[in-house]
């Protein structure tokens, strides 16, 4: 089982930053691939970006350029670093952990997670 606890949600401008963190915690030796996902009411689920093996990340075309993502190896804490946000970044956010033992090519595929937080709102003011 691995526990996962979002922070860092809140109310910006358009235009502005908001950093997300994510905290791991439980069998985190259980898998390498760790991603932020993003959801708004009435819309599917999206991917937005992911880290595996060997610090590789991956991004969706949607916040590429605008979201750094990067992970603290020892603490288990992945933060997402969310810069010029617009409304159409208004979400609920999730973390999400894929156990899969063995290598991990960051994947934006959420079926593939096994475990997710209960997520962080982001809200983007025009």
């Known amino acids: 089982q691995v526990h996962l606890v979002e922070s860092g949600g809140g109310s910006v401008q358009a235009g502005g930053s908001l950093r997300l963190s994510c905290a791991a915690s439980g069998d985190t030796d259980s898998g390498y691939c760790m991603g932020w996902f993003r959801q708004v009411a009435g819309k599917e689920r999206e991917g937005i970006a992911s880290t595996g093996n060997y610090g590789r990340i991956r991004y969706s075309d949607s916040v590429k350029g605008r979201f750094t993502l990067s992970k603290d190896s020892v603490t288990d804490t992945l933060n997402l670093q969310m810069n010029n946000l617009t409304a159409e970044d208004n979400a609920m956010y999730y973390c999400?952990?894929?156990?899969?033992?063995?290598?991990?090519?960051?994947?934006?595929?959420?079926?593939?997670?096994?475990?997710w937080g209960q997520g962080t709102r982001v809200t983007v003011a025009s």
């Open positions: 999400a952990w894929d156990g899969t033992r063995g290598y991990c090519e960051p994947h934006l595929d959420g079926s593939r997670y096994d475990y």
